[in-house]
Nanobody, 115 residues
Framework: QVQLVESGGGLVQAGGSLRLSCAAS????????MRWYRQAPEKEREFVAQ???????YYTDSVKGRFTISRDDAKNTVYLQMNSLKPEDTAIYYC?????????WGQGTQVTVSS
């Protein structure tokens, strides 16, 4: 069983920054695809960002230029640097690890951006 532990969420004013971390217990982390999703109150969960084992990254349009996903394979950790935060970024952020047919989720970390 793979465990994903997210951290780094919190309350920040609009325009501020946060860095989320997700530590994985999987030995094949370096060949896994890592994603961040978020779910705002009364909304569906949505894709935020992805990083492949090669380092290729993808972002949803609303965060391009503000968020950066990165990974440290030596630490089995993926990060989401969030800058220029907006109130509409308020959500629970979830880490997702995909390796072949395996798909694991973290418990989520709350990000709240005040105006």
């Amino acid at each position: 069983q793979v465990q994903l532990v997210e951290s780094g969420g919190g309350l920040v004013q609009a325009g501020g920054s946060l860095r989320l971390s997700c530590a994985a217990s999987r030995r094949t982390f370096s060949t896994s695809v890592m994603r961040w999703y978020r779910q705002a109150p009364e909304k569906e969960r949505e894709f935020v960002a992805q990083i492949n084992w090669s380092g290729s990254t993808y972002y949803t349009d609303s965060v391009k230029g503000r968020f950066t996903i990165s990974r440290d394979d030596a630490k089995n950790t993926v990060y989401l640097q969030m800058n220029s935060l907006k109130p509409e970024d308020t959500a629970i952020y979830y880490c997702d690890l995909v390796w072949g047919a395996d798909d694991y989720w973290g418990q989520g970390t709350q990000v709240t951006v005040s105006s």
